[in-house]
């Protein structure tokens, strides 16, 4: 399919009050993210969430729609290559890193982040005001045809490599994940250095959002040992389980039409540990 007609759809009108729904869901489980359940008696374990609903239903356009908000949305399509019966390509970058593991699946997973998180700030620290960031970001990083997304993940890819380089050096993690602490000081980073943004009045209004599609690519994967899922979540889960108390609004997103990948628990029991996970958003009426 053209990506020019393609990207037209997708910036169309959305007429549809699934996204200020969805909008409000993010926000609603922002808020439980840092006071627990309703009745007090448990915590959440990450800041992630699912879309699941079939195919045709606009999941990716209420990502895309996300923007007219004033989100940050990074929007990764991991659907395969060899996939023709979808409309989207994949994002070779960002999909190759999360879908085909090495020896070290959760070092791949914190370093990634560590390097979605400088692009971010550094991207959006080259306007001069919030204003002008928000719309330089949704004409390049929301644009399907634009060279901007693509040099974008060029850069991802160069950080990427070299925080993992930088992980290999430091040796194998003797607790948690392998590159933890790159990737959480990566996240601070951020969130510090993009104030304005992040430390507006309404707190638990959605800010950043990593929106991945046809997230059932990861899912479907195993090794000996674990699913894939396991180490991506524990990752979310150490990055925002340390900004629990500051809880700034920054989401990660698996969008599907498998309802696999709305049963987290399935993947991270081990780590639940007793939280609670968020439940999938469902409504597109």
């Given at each position: 399919?053209d ?16 996204m ?9 489980n ?12 448990s ?34 399509n ?5 996939n ?10 960002p ?23 400088v ?18 970001w ?5 644009n ?27 040796g ?22 993009l104030?304005?943004?992040f430390?507006?009045k ?57 309802p696999?990948?709305?049963n987290?628990?399935?993947f ?15 409504h597109?009426?």
């Amino acid at each position: 399919m053209d990506l020019n007609v393609l990207h037209s759809a997708f910036i169309a009108p959305y007429y549809s009050k699934a996204m200020d729904t969805f909008y409000k869901y993010l926000e609603d489980n922002n808020r439980k993210f840092a006071h627990g359940s309703d009745s007090g008696s448990s915590t959440y374990y990450s800041k992630f969430c699912s879309i699941v609903q079939s195919s045709g239903t606009r999941k990716s356009h209420l990502l895309f729609e996300l923007r007219t908000k004033g989100v940050i949305v990074l929007y990764i399509n991991l659907q395969p290559s060899n996939n023709h019966t979808g409309f989207l390509e994949w994002d070779d970058v960002p999909a190759e890193i999360l879908t085909q593991p090495a020896v070290d699946y959760n070092a791949q997973c914190c370093t990634f982040f560590a390097a979605v998180f400088v692009a971010v700030h550094e991207c959006l620290s080259a306007s001069s005001s919030l204003e002008d960031a928000l719309k330089a970001w949704n004409d390049s990083m929301c644009n399907l045809c634009s060279e901007d997304r693509k040099q974008f993940f060029t850069t991802l890819e160069a950080k990427y490599m070299t925080y993992y380089k930088e992980m290999k050096q430091m040796g194998q993690a003797t607790e948690g994940m392998s590159g933890q602490e790159i990737m959480i000081n990566a996240y601070q980073e951020m969130v510090n250095l993009l104030d304005e943004l992040f430390h507006g009045k309404e707190h638990h209004q959605p800010k950043f959002v990593i929106a991945l599609d046809d997230a059932h690519t990861i899912a479907l994967h195993e090794t000996n040992r674990y699913h894939l899922l396991t180490d991506l979540c524990r990752a979310i889960n150490l990055y925002s389980g340390a900004d629990r108390a500051a809880n700034h609004a920054v989401w990660v997103i698996f969008t599907s039409s498998w309802p696999l990948v709305a049963n987290f628990d399935d993947f991270i029991r081990l780590s639940l540990d007793g939280q609670w996970e968020f439940p999938p958003f469902y409504h597109f009426g």
